[in-house]
């Protein structure tokens, strides 16, 4: 649909989540949630104390398989004890497994 200045509208992109893999239920006593949250999306992309207490955290296996499943809503952070650069090695690993 044309705008006004003659520009193309188009909708929002709508991101959704892979529903095979649920989102983690959290009680709030994690890591993650007990500490600073901004420790978990540094500005460089690694924080060893993030990724530390992630193996720490009983909810490790499920959140690293939900960021996996979730590339677009996990594009930051650390998460399930992995930075955006080890989560993309693993998809690329698991792609090229696949073919
Ligand atoms: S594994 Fe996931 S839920 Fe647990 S502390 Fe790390 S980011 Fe938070």
Redesign the pocket.
Known sequence: MAQKDGKTAYPPVIVLADLSVPY?E?TGA????QTDPEQ?FPEHGHNAT?VR??HT?P??AD??KWALANPQLASEG????LTRAQRAALRRNEMRQAS
Request: charged share 15%; glycine share 10%; proline share 5%.
């Open positions: 983690l959290m994690e890591p993650c949630r978990w993030a207490l992630c955290c909810l490790l959140c690293r650390i998460w399930g004890g």
